[in-house]
């Protein structure tokens, strides 16, 4: 696995990689509405990379960017700001699958 120094740094060297898809999490599964309404359920799609970055003085620089690709291959994305995600409402499949990643 490649390792990087800024999250942007990440985004580019996986979009690169051909992870073009950016997720948002709705709930209980990972959405994008710019690309035909793509939706993923947790076991539908594997975590590949994880690259967390954490904030030298202030740790609301930290951030995470979780590599997705779905089971059967068609799908590849990034979700950012997972250290966020436990703010919004997201169902327990979601965390979990997150969660054992970081």
Do not use: W
Not at 77 to 94: C, E, H, M, N
């Amino acid at each position: 696995m490649k390792s990087y120094d800024t999250v942007t740094e990440a985004i580019n060297g996986l979009k690169a990689r051909g992870y073009n898809i950016d997720f948002n999490i709705a709930f209980d599964k990972l959405v994008c509405s710019d690309n035909n309404n793509i939706s993923l359920h947790p076991d539908e799609f594997e975590i590949t990379e994880v690259h967390r970055f954490e904030g030298d003085s202030n740790p609301d620089d930290e951030d995470v960017v979780y590599a997705i690709e779905s089971k059967d291959g068609k799908y590849k994305g990034i979700i950012t700001s997972a250290f966020g995600l436990y703010a919004d409402p997201v169902s327990d499949k979601i965390i979990q699958k997150l969660a054992m990643h970081k």
